[in-house]
């Protein structure tokens, strides 16, 4: 049986690359987007540029953005968790 997804589904299918789940894993680990900068060898704005494109691009909010502490919402914790699946085994 053939899954056929139209263009607006294909498209949150490419939103969600290696790059992006990085990310949300950088700062998942170390709380915050600054912190996370750090560790990838980028500027904080970049990573905040390749979440908010996600967001836009998934129609979704990923980040609880009203503490000092950078949380996931439960949709980012979902696709954290969802994402971390296939691509952690390829990091070793």
């Known amino acids: 049986m053939f899954n056929f997804l ?25 709380g915050s987007f600054a912190a996370a900068a750090d560790e990838l060898g980028r500027v904080p704005s970049a990573l905040s540029y390749t979440m ?16 000092h502490r950078t949380k996931f919402t439960n949709v980012g914790r979902m696709l954290l968790e969802r994402g971390a699946f296939c691509w952690k085994p390829q990091i070793n």
């Open 6 to 30: 139209n263009e607006n589904e294909m498209a949150k299918e490419r939103a969600l690359t290696l790059e992006a789940l990085r990310v949300m894993d950088a700062i998942d680990r170390r």
């Open 52 to 67: 908010q494109k996600l967001e836009e691009e998934l129609d979704v909010v990923l980040f609880d953005r009203s503490g």
